[in-house]
């Protein structure tokens, strides 16, 4: 299996609170995303980064935000969470945008 | 805007049986077409990848699928399902230029039954 650890793999939190969700690879690939999972929408890309300090807006980025200050780190910050953004959040890694992608395990967030 | 299509969103099956999950993408550019799939409370996995050349894609587990240019289709199959293979499937697109990113479909449940 990949190198990903996602973290935490549980989260329950309040409305308007800020919320960090980490990804860490230990594989050393170039590429490295957001996605969330929710029933009847598939997965839906959040952000996407493409090296440190390269990142750019997925589909539905509005309220989430992310950090890449190394290549074994992608931080995904809820700055104030809402009910909407109760999920499951995957992280995946690739080594070229034409491979395939590794998933983490993911987190369930809930938003109350 | 590369965007993907899975038009039914549940297969029920008997095992044995033949099996063809449906896709179908939009992109203005060439593209990289997947197939991903989901077990129960895991991530996702690679069934099959289409890049360039051959059609006819073998992957994992049996499954096959055909790259079609003029449908912009990407339709998966298997000749014979197990009750294993229950899960939910995702077709992928990614442009084959430019920055964009992997696009997901929205997911076929295959549900085989005994």
């Known amino acids: 299996d990949a190198g990903i650890t996602q973290s935490p793999r549980h989260k329950v939190t309040e409305t308007g609170t800020p919320v960090t969700l980490r990804c860490h690879q230990t594989e050393n690939h170039r590429y490295m995303y957001w996605y969330r999972q929710d029933p009847g929408h598939g997965l839906r890309l959040i952000h996407y980064?493409?090296?440190?300090?390269?990142?750019d807006k997925g589909e539905v980025s509005d309220g989430y935000s992310v950090s890449r200050s190394k290549t074994e780190d992608f931080l995904l910050t809820l700055e104030s969470a809402t009910s909407s953004q109760t999920s499951v959040y995957f992280c995946?890694?690739?080594?070229?945008?034409?491979?395939?992608?590794?998933f983490g395990s993911g987190t369930q967030l809930s938003v109350l | 805007a590369q965007s993907v299509t899975q038009l039914d969103s549940q297969v029920p099956v008997f095992e044995e049986a033949p099996v063809e999950l449906r896709c179908n993408y939009s992109?203005?550019?060439?593209?990289?077409l997947f197939w991903y799939v989901q077990y129960p409370n895991q991530g996702l996995q690679l069934l099959l990848k289409?890049?360039?050349?051959?059609?006819l894609v073998k992957g994992i587990n049996g499954f096959e699928a055909e790259f079609n240019k003029s449908q912009t289709s990407f339709h998966l199959r298997k000749p014979s399902v197990h009750i294993s293979d229950t899960a939910e499937y995702f077709c992928a697109v990614s442009e084959n230029k430019g920055r964009r990113a992997l696009t997901f479909g929205s997911g076929t449940r295959l549900q085989v039954q005994p």
């Open positions: 995946a890694i690739s080594d070229s945008r034409n491979e395939k992608l590794f």
């Open positions: 980064s493409y090296g440190v300090k390269d990142t």
């Open positions: 289409y890049l360039s050349g051959s059609t």
């Open positions: 992109s203005s550019v060439s593209v990289y």
